[in-house]
């Protein structure tokens, strides 16, 4: 199922993690725009960022933790798991 949210600059978005899946999967915000990733799911996950513009790596996150991410600069992302590689989370920043 194909989720999208959109977001404009100081608006936070949420996404969780549910059942081995970013919800929702899409973004398209606004620079400046702070992104909360929820883990509710059963199992840990460990989320990262490698792009030429950002990199970030959360190390271990916990069932009921949460990771803020802030995406200061234009372009597209892909935020992954490192534990469960089938997760991904396309980000459009504009």
Not at 48 to 75: H, T
């Amino acid at each position: 199922m194909l989720a999208c949210a959109v977001a404009l600059a100081a608006d936070a978005v949420v996404v969780s993690q549910r059942n081995r899946h970013f919800n929702p999967d899409h973004l398209a915000i606004a620079v400046g725009t702070s992104v909360r990733v929820m883990n509710d799911d059963r199992v840990t996950h460990h989320i990262y960022i490698d792009s030429e513009n950002m990199r970030f790596e959360s190390g271990e996150q916990p069932v009921g933790k949460s990771i803020d991410l802030r995406f200061d600069q234009a372009g597209r992302f892909l935020v992954r798991c490192a534990i469960h590689p089938t997760m991904r989370l396309e980000v459009a920043v504009k």
